[in-house]
């Protein structure tokens, strides 16, 4: 990790502007979803991928009520013994 070169004050919403330059570069566009990550004392911004909920992977991610599931789990999902 290394710094941007930028300091910005945090406002009374805990909001913080991104430079411009930072967001396109990073290809952040208004409404753009953003995930925040921490690590250790690191506050993390990421653009938001949707993430299968059983194995974290982003490979072929679908929607599914609201939860996000991917190719190979959905498949490993059917081949599920039947219940009752
Ligand atoms: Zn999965």
């Not at 330059?21 to 938001?48: A, F, T, W």
């Amino acid at each position: 990790m290394k710094p941007a070169g930028v300091v910005r004050k945090v406002d009374q919403l805990g909001r913080i502007v991104l430079p411009k330059s930072l967001r396109k570069r990073y290809q952040m566009n208004e409404g753009d979803p953003v995930e925040i990550l921490v690590q250790g004392d690191h506050i993390i911004l990421e653009r938001y991928r949707p993430k299968c909920v059983f194995c974290g992977s982003m490979e072929e991610v679908k929607e599914f009520k609201e939860r996000t599931i991917c190719g190979q789990c959905l498949t490993e999902m059917n081949h599920l013994p039947k219940l009752g």
